[in-house]
């Protein structure tokens, strides 16, 4: 079988985004140069009582389409953003790599609360038929015809980062000509009740390596990227945003929720996206970090970062702005990437009033950072210790 | 392989020569009121047999049966895998009974006070997560959730890693749980084969009498870059397509579709034809029809086996087909199989496997 061609470059070509800070890539970037976090009360589970109150909720109108889930219509929302930026692209020959976590389980859940008051024989079954976690995947690839195939990974946080590498790889290995590549996921009652049980989630506004972090705030979005091939995106005479120029996948094989705290996956996954682009860890001159909020990833990240690529490296966490976004958070955060390559500014960290001892990095705190930037990561972890990092190079 | 009517390679060696089916009426849970009765359940299936009580207790079933497959796929190939092994399995549905089991204590205790230990289990890669704590293994750590193709869009990842250089070798394989939840909704829908009139409850691909499929279950896994024992075939070659006139829940009617996946992975593969088809056909109306044509244009003659009546469909059904190939390519002295995995929604990944190395 064909190995990807590692010399094959990648080009980004499209990118789209929603969540909590805007409905498109403007909007989020708007809000990123001001500053300007998206996080409020909760208001998706009226009558329902939680710990934490806390949310970074998309109110972006959402396409409507029978049998979408929330998840899978945010999908569509952001993929539309991206494939129209890319322009003409052979979509019979586009495969599309979508992340979620937890796909439709929104309405699932509706469907269950049904089934208890109503009985198994008289509550809608069309409403679980939105549940598969294949449904971002299958929506994009239903919305825009796509002839080249479809996946779906659900690598809890991890998702959508996997998505792009994967999507990646089969570009270099010639089985797609074109990757509509990302993630989704929408709040649910179960995520957010189980990261509050889990007492990961932060009473207040995450405040990611910080001194007083509690965890994480939870938030729901959707990212895309369009990735081609370079030459193929230059003969077409398409404008190259980015080159997503390596990806790094491990495990830790630690523990089913807590990261391993000396961070070793973490560094496995930085190291081999470096490796992968043929890249020194001196040339990295950002990190867009996973940076939830908890004090386990937090720490363990930061000591992954100075393992792979030294104390110099400015980092900072997105998430500051639109909370954790679960599957879709590796996308999401590839999209900011990439934009911060374009704008030659680094996101800042918000409300970093005072890092943690354990965080010893420039964390770029309170307002963005325009900076030089030719390499930069991102990186994006999950449940089940599973590591993603991300190279982009400015094109 | 812990699968419905087979622990171990050798039973299911044995049952796939059988010519039984592994399907029984159900008596895990009530199914009055439905039209169908009966799935293919693993029974017999001793999770303190593969994994000590104190990990045990952590696992959902889910996880149990990937764990039990993958430690029967370890020790059968008769290597202690590096810890630069990744882990690629595929699941259609995943925990859905944890999800269901969660969402019954947050409706009891309230939101608040629903157990930790259902929700670290309620993601879909657990079951992976479980495998890399259990044996070390630091590589790419993967769950693919591709509805019918999930185990072979795993297979299809894991081998573009290998060959990449990503990972050393790699645990790749699928599983999945069969409950009342996932029962009930693929029988309101009609997706699963039911009786009518003279008609018995079965699962009948190809056959003009098909009504549905047979929710199966279990684990299937193969270790793949690693083993001392002879190996059972190679990975030789993918191909994917979708079908772009798939409605978002039901097969499409495009057979070219098909054709294309199963010529890209001849393709990606280097050879020109195949023996035998392992066939995603489940027993459902439109995708066996959609294979059919298919398979007719591009192979019209070879031997078409479809194996999920014996076992049932989803991710553990999927690599249950994968392995049956692989056996095929011993048994039958087949060169090259192709196996092919057709979803509705119109992911199609077909696989071509080799007896001998390229």
Redesign the interface.
Known sequence: ????D?STRIAVTGTGIVCSIGRNKEEVWQAIVESRAGIGKLTRFPG????TDLAAESNAELPAGR??SRTDQLAILAAREAVAQAGDIPL?RA?VSSGT?T?G?LE??DY??RR?VRG??RAP??R??QQ???GP???V??AF????????????CASAG?AIG?AA??LR?G??DVAIAGGSDALC??T???????QAVDPEPCSPFGAQRKGITLGEGAGYLVLERWDDAIARGATILAELSGYG?????????APAEDG??AE?AMR?ALAEGKMTPASVDYVNAHGTGTALNDAAETRAIIAALGTDVPVSSSKSYFGHTLGASGAVEAVVTVLALQHQIAPPTLRLHESAAECSLDYIPHTPRPMKMTNVLSNTF?????NVSLLFKRA | VIAPGAIGIAAFRELLRSGRVAVEEVDRFDTTGLSAHKAALVRDFKPRDFIPLMKLRRMNGLSRLAVAAAKLAIEDCGATLSPETGVAIGTAFGPVQTSVEYMQEYVEKGASLAPPQLFAESVANAPGSHIAIEWGLRGFNLTITQRESSALAAAMYAATQLVKGSAQAALIGGVEEANEMLFSVLDRIGALAHADGDLDEAARPFDPRRNGFVLGEGSAMLVAGAGTRKPYGWLAGFGIARDTTAPISDWGTDPESVVRAMKSALDDAGVDTVDAIYASANGSLRGDELERLAIERLFPGKPVIATKQIFGEYAAGGALQLIAALLATDEERHQNVLVNAISAGGGIICCVISRDAA
């Open positions: 079988m064909r190995s990807p590692l329902e009582t939680f710990p049998r979408l019979a495969v976590s796909g389980l699932g859940e269950y609360f208890i198994r024989r079954a069309s679980v038929l598969p976690t294949s995947s299958d929506a690839a239903a015809r796509l002839g080249g195939g479809v996946i779906s990974n659900a690598t809890a996997a994967m790889d089969y290995s089985h797609a009652r179960l957010y009740s189980g990261f509050n049980v889990l996948a491990s495990c830790d094989a630690h523990h089913p929720t070793h996956g496995a081999r999950g449940f089940g210790g599973s």
